[in-house]
């Protein structure tokens, strides 16, 4: 397989626009957040999803990418609202899996851009999932509707393999290569494939890769399902550069499931050495809080309406 090349950018903003948790007074934490100041007007809400609008800068030229679109219907909408923000100018909308607290205003976000626009996701997104948990039953859970997308104005671009957006200047990764020995994806995950329930590997987990210039690598992942540490080194494969500058988005270590996984984890990342790691989503408090332990100047208590300026 040929690598896409990645071109490097000045500068990345990465605005959070929808997460789990909201703070409107938390100061900023270190020189690349930026804090929406104080304003009793402005109500953000937060849920358990994931959205994040990606403008990358180089040259004269300014590139727009969002990546996923929250749980509800609700959340994204007004976000955008309170934030002053729209979908207008964005180029291109990535899916980064296929699960309902990432794809909750997917319409809405391919309406909201006024024209037909790329939608990049994986084939499996698509393919109809449940939870099956031992003493608790089989939850089907919600998955996009193709032909309801097309009808809003989605270009769907499936693919499996990395490939490049905003004139080459970002890299989505594609199915994420499984090598580390602990980080073996979400327990109790099932996927229909040729009219049967098998276990869900959850193959369409990818990322965004943003090279910006002198600094390195910036990996943002949506629940990072093939695991963040796998995330990141399958990054820096395709990209060609092993210098990571931040890693951001859900981590997918809440819950006891995963927290054998957490101290393997923080260990891989300390010994990537990211200048900047900013948990979010899934990544669950115990997993966030070890991680501020750990990483002190490294780690960024993420809040909803943040710009991440790299």
């Given at each position: ?7 490097p950018a000045d500068r990345v903003g990465i605005t ?228 990571v500058h931040a890693v951001l988005g859900g981590f ?59």
């Amino acid at each position: 397989m040929t690598e896409p090349s990645l071109k490097p950018a000045d500068r990345v903003g990465i605005t959070v626009l929808v997460d789990n948790y909201s703070d409107l007074l938390q100061p900023p934490i270190a020189d690349v957040d930026r804090r929406l100041p104080y304003d009793p007007k402005r109500q953000l809400l937060a849920e358990h999803g994931l959205s994040c609008l990606v403008r990358i800068f180089a040259g004269k030229k300014e590139h727009a990418i969002l990546l996923d679109t929250g749980l509800s219907c609700e959340c994204l909408p007004w976000n955008l609202r309170q934030l002053g923000f729209s979908l207008a100018g964005i180029e291109a909308l990535v899916l980064s899996h296929g699960h309902y607290d990432h794809t909750g205003s997917l319409g809405y976000a391919v309406a909201g851009a006024g024209r037909q626009v790329p939608l990049i996701v994986h084939p499996d997104a698509f393919r109809p999932r449940r939870l099956n948990i031992p003493g608790q039953g089989i939850f089907d859970l919600p998955v996009p509707d193709a032909v309801e997308l097309k009808k809003a104005g989605a270009d769907i671009k499936m693919r499996r393999e990395p490939s490049t957006l905003a004139a080459g200047h970002l890299l989505v990764t594609g199915e994420v290569e499984r090598k580390t020995a602990f980080e073996k994806g979400m327990p109790n995950a099932e996927i229909e494939r040729d009219g049967a329930w098998v276990t869900d590997a959850i193959l369409d987990d990818q990322a965004l890769v943003i090279s910006v210039k002198d600094k390195g690598l910036v990996v943002l992942s949506g629940c990072a399902h093939a695991g963040i540490v796998n995330t990141v080194e399958y990054a820096r494969k395709i990209a060609g550069i092993d210098r990571v500058h931040a890693v951001l988005g859900g981590f997918h270590l809440s819950g006891k499931a995963f927290e054998p996984v957490i101290p393997p984890t923080i260990a891989a990342l300390k010994e990537i050495g990211p200048d900047y790691l900013v948990p979010m989503h899934c990544t669950g408090w115990a997993a966030i809080s070890r991680f501020m332990a750990a990483m002190p100047q490294k780690c960024i208590l993420n809040t909803v309406g943040t710009t991440y300026v790299f």
